[in-house]
Nanobody, 128 residues
Framework: QLQLVESGGGLVQPGGSLRLSCAASRFTLDYYAIGWFRQAPGKEREGVSC????????YYADSVKGRFTISRDNAKNTVYLQMNSLKPEDTAVYYC?????????????????????WGQGTQVTVSS
């Protein structure tokens, strides 16, 4: 089974940046769509960004568009989420998830129940 491990979370001041990593083992990520999700205390898990398996097309939720960038490094079997201009409302546990096949329409939906493999999450706290 595909295993995913997130890293890169931490405490950052508003306006700061973090880069999250999602490293995969046992299977290559080439054939998977990878989504980033987040869950704040007392709130439902929501989709943040996604990169498709077919052509690497990316998708962003409106709340992060222009601030976050998703990318994949197939050689390292890792997907990244570069987060800039962070806001306190970005505070949450961030999860990466994978699903194959991973067409772009899967990314557009960013439904948690459409992704079968999940990492354990990494905490991001934006606070002064």
């Amino acid at each position: 089974q595909l295993q995913l491990v997130e890293s890169g979370g931490g405490l950052v001041q508003p306006g700061g940046s973090l880069r999250l990593s999602c490293a995969a083992s046992r299977f290559t990520l080439d054939y998977y769509a990878i989504g980033w999700f987040r869950q704040a205390p007392g709130k439902e898990r929501e989709g943040v960004s996604c990169i498709s398996s077919s052509d690497g097309t990316t998708y962003y939720a409106d709340s992060v568009k222009g601030r976050f960038t998703i990318s994949r490094d197939n050689a390292k079997n890792t997907v990244y989420l570069q987060m800039n201009s962070l806001k306190p409302e970005d505070t949450a546990v961030y999860y990466c998830a994978a699903q194959a096949p991973g067409p772009f329409r899967l990314c557009v939906s960013l439904l948690t129940n459409r992704f079968g493999s999940w990492g354990q999450g990494t905490q991001v706290t934006v606070s002064s």
